[in-house]
């Protein structure tokens, strides 16, 4: 079996070889390969900016780092979006201009904050204080919801910000807060694993680009429906092509369709999820609420008027 | 003190009564207390003056310890005869004189200068009980303002003229002996 | 164009107004609270008072600003700013109502934000960004005061979002949407408010408001008998004028939402009854109600501010979790209950059911649940 390793291996490799030339030859190709550049570019300026180490006198390299990751950034925005669609296709270059003058502010709105939420994702990996980094948390998670809003998904942005920046980044807040008054311990601002994180990250955003290009792909040879596998950005551009999207005739559509989603097709999953939760609940207050016998602390404090100051 | 002291009396908390337990009536009596107040000074009778048109009137304005004044005599001399008593009485170390030779025949010495520093005066009153010709008094002037220390210390020009601001308000306390026969007063006993 | 023109006028109008409004409540608050200690208060600039909050103004912005050394600067600057940003958007979905400036033309909505589905939770979303103002203020001043005030707030003000929550739920099942105008019109047109129909909720609401407002009973995270002014001690100036400006605009936006959800909002019987077609005079006077209303909600919250004790901290907790959301769910059963198995058109019986169910929980608060024995039964560190 070992003499046959090599040969199996050889053509395994030129069976990926073949693979990979053929994926050269589809229509977008050249841009997914401009992407990946781009990413990877984006994931070394990331390594180089993550705080490692006890010195912080690596000023040159955060700088370095902040540089690549901002041009990648810039470059990022400028790469076409391959389309399905021919007269979008032929009156856009980039992302970036794509939008008729009827929806810019729309496609402004978008590259705002997706580059907030891009931004302060970044920051929130590479600062050294906890309570800076629960804080550009709580903006990438602002402009997240504002993404969401963009699509029209208004409940889902309005559970984001209630649920996360309202009640989970706060509690984060307290506890750093409650636990470091006096600054951050030596493991809150150094990096764990600075290299293999930078590496997941690039190979989901890979991943990510090229599912955005296998999509397109499929629209161009209509493999698919258009409505759901549509890229985001076109989604922005239909919509806000429509005649009158601002005034929605169907003012219930969104919440309505997510309890109808949630409580007709989804219900045993909700149901399910909702004894897990109470479970949870009842076991964090069993574990709070057990009495803690400590060696010298009497076991009620208190006599029977509960008043625990005063002698028996 | 220990906590298990005799000598701590410890006293229970009332029982609540139905009443207290349902919450609802001490909330209201707090909410009407609060109300009939309000309505009592939107009826107007309420208590407050409005202070600089309306002057707060004193019982008596002659033991009221205010601004300090140097009292003159019927000549309109100073009556002060630079004994240096209310100087030594005062606590707060706030009066400043310097005595010389008097050109009057009836006395020896008179200030020169005396100065005292408002700021650092206490208001107690020593001074007044202190001096033996009753040159110095307080007044019932009390809206003592400045814009600078300098302006708050009082020499003895500015002490004459808060005498003559109240002196009709105010008499002096007591005349004694006249100044102008026989010795100072001070000399008596 | 018009696309952008319309919103922008909304938005300036607005804006100014809460400001405005903002500036006198301040003015109506010192008098409220001068009368009912016997004073008088603010009357020497103009006549009885009425050019104080000008004042007030010119002092905050010329007075010095102070950054304390060893503060974060750069949080210390953004915390009242964003604790201003936060209490101001949360105007974007509030309605006045609306208009139909000639007979057959478009109604125009009198909202920033007409027809946004989620108009309740948009304001709930807003307004719990509002704790970050304050846990950045009293985090960034280098205080321990500060630091402590900023604590509390943050532990308060997540937990009394969860009865604020509950009581709404109950709200949105009778009148089926989120957005207020819905609401206001499902009031309208069955001419019950619902704080008739559900007393319940209708208290955890004020309270939980309240709390959320960091109004006088719930007034932990700055509470100046403990912790000096809380997370604005270090703070001069605008900076402090800016969280006084989005402590009033959280009560104005309480006091609205409170009026819109429970007190039948711009409807009144007779006087702004419901109807389709609203000239100006009609527009006019329902945003006169729109805001008595919400005026009469705002001097009651200050009526209590200066009736009820404080809460000491455990209680503010435990009125929380063991009373404000056992009440709301409690609330929430009843008005599930009454709208499964009752006529739609069936209020009576629903108000009905809904008092019944205060006077059993009063009742059950008198008989069995008093300090003494919750105290005591209380598991947990001794």
Redesign the interface.
Known sequence: MLAHFPVLAASRISLLADQFRSALQQPHSGLVLRSLLILVAGGVGLYLMLPRGRHTGRRFDRIIGAALATLSLVLLATVEIPTGLAEVESAQKTLLWSFGSESKITGFTFYALAAISLVSAVMMITSRNPVYSALWFAVVLLGNSGLFLLQGAEFLSAATIIVYAGAIVVTFLFVIMLAQPSGAAKYDHVSREPLLSCLTGLILSSVLVGTLHYSARLDVRGGATETSILPSAEIITLSSTLPDSRHRTDANRHVAGLGKALFLDHVVSVEVIGVLLLAAVVGAMLIAGHPVHAPGVNETGRNK?GRN???S | MQ??SKQIK?V??PK?G?AG????TP?ID??S???R??F???RGE???RQFPEERPLFGNPLIYRGVHRLNKDEQGRVKCVACFLCATACPAHCIDIIGTESPWADREKYPQSFVIDELRCIFCGMCEEACPVDAIELTSLFDLTGASREEMVFDKEKLLSVYDQTCDLEPMRSRGPAAHSGPPPGKDH | MQVWLEPLIKIVLVVLATQAAVAYLVLVERK?A???????GPNRVGPWGLFQPIADGAKFILKEELIPAGADRALFLIAPVSILAAATLAFATIPFGYLVPWPGADPIELTIAPKVDIGLLFVFAIGSLGVYGVILGGWASNNKYSLLGGLRSSAQLVSYEIPLGLSVIGVLLFSGSLRLETIITAQAQSGWWWFAVQPLGFLVFMVSGCAEASRLPFDLPECEQELVGGYHTEYTAMKFGMFAFAEYLHLITVAFLTVNLYLGGWHLWGLAPYADEVGWFGAIVRVLVLNIKMLLVILFFM??R????RFRYDQLMNIAWKVMIPLGVINLLVCAVCQEFLDPKNYLTRAVLGWLAVGGC?LY??LFA?P?KTRLKAPGIT
């Open positions: 008027t100051d005063r002698p | 906590p298990d410890w229970d908390e609540l139905l337990r349902l919450y609802l909330l707090g909410l207390l609060t109300a107040h309000f009592r000074t939107a309420g208590f407050t | 409220v001068a009368y009912m200690q016997d004073r008088l009526w209590i200066w009736s009820w004790p009063v608060a008198a008093h003494g």
